[in-house]
């Protein structure tokens, strides 16, 4: 699977947006990036997901670059209770190589959204 | 509907013991993966099981296993345990082998 590379620690402002980055530059054309995020000592949540496109749901927008070598993630208006562990996952959907739910987490990005 | 279940939410084990951690996965889902936490691997894939066969397996020695059960519900087991195999273990459930995955809140396993 592709590895990412994302920060270590990001802070923010409540309120205000949050835009978590994530290099994957040894992505493959089947390979999805998924993110999740974990809150202090609870099971990781699923956030948002995309191939190619941009997307957006009620908890956050995924903006995938055009040669899909790195993505954002985007809280629009953060609050204190977005303060988690934000990881950001590559993995192949269908074919041969299809991982099933064989996820590979990276060390992610800790947010902190301060008052 | 329920979200994923999983018993015990802690435990205490001494040495050379072993444990069987029990996972409920949510409802009509039929895929259930384990995952072990440690401050110092972070989160790690153990197994993953469909229809009762187990699809993927992680870098994990034989002491970890696990299985499935007709309803979908899942074990895992961890023979002789060590000292590093404290951890928090999560349970994830998805409908099918892609998707949205769901986990639990995990067991917390202390070896003393």
């Known amino acids: 699977d592709a590895k990412t590379t994302q920060p270590p620690s990001m802070d923010c402002a409540e309120g205000r947006a949050a835009n978590l980055p994530c290099n994957h530059s040894t992505i493959s054309g089947n390979e999805y990036v998924y993110w999740y995020r974990q809150i202090h000592s609870q099971g990781p949540q699923y956030i948002i997901h995309?191939?190619?496109n941009n997307e957006t749901n009620e908890m956050a927008s995924l903006i995938i670059t055009e040669d899909r070598k790195s993505s954002t993630l985007i809280l629009p208006h953060a609050t204190l209770r977005d303060t988690a562990v934000y990881y950001c996952i590559v993995r192949p959907h269908g074919g041969l190589t299809g991982g099933g739910n064989k996820l590979t987490f990276g060390t992610g990005t800790q947010l902190k959204v301060e008052l | 509907k329920a979200g994923v279940t999983q018993t015990p939410r802690y435990l205490i084990k001494t040495r050379g013991q072993q444990v069987t951690l029990s996972c409920s996965p949510i409802s009509g889902h039929r895929s259930v993966s384990w995952y072990q936490q440690t401050p110092g691997q972070g989160l790690q894939f153990l197994f993953e099981y469909f229809s009762e066969t187990q699809r993927n397996k992680g870098n994990f020695p034989g002491r970890f296993s696990g299985r499935q059960f007709s309803n979908s519900r899942s074990e895992m087991n961890v023979s002789t345990l060590e000292l590093g195999d404290s951890a928090l273990y999560l349970c994830a459930s998805s409908l099918d082998r892609i998707g949205e995955l769901f986990f639990g809140e995990g067991s917390r396993l202390t070896v003393l």
């Open positions: 995309g191939l190619k």
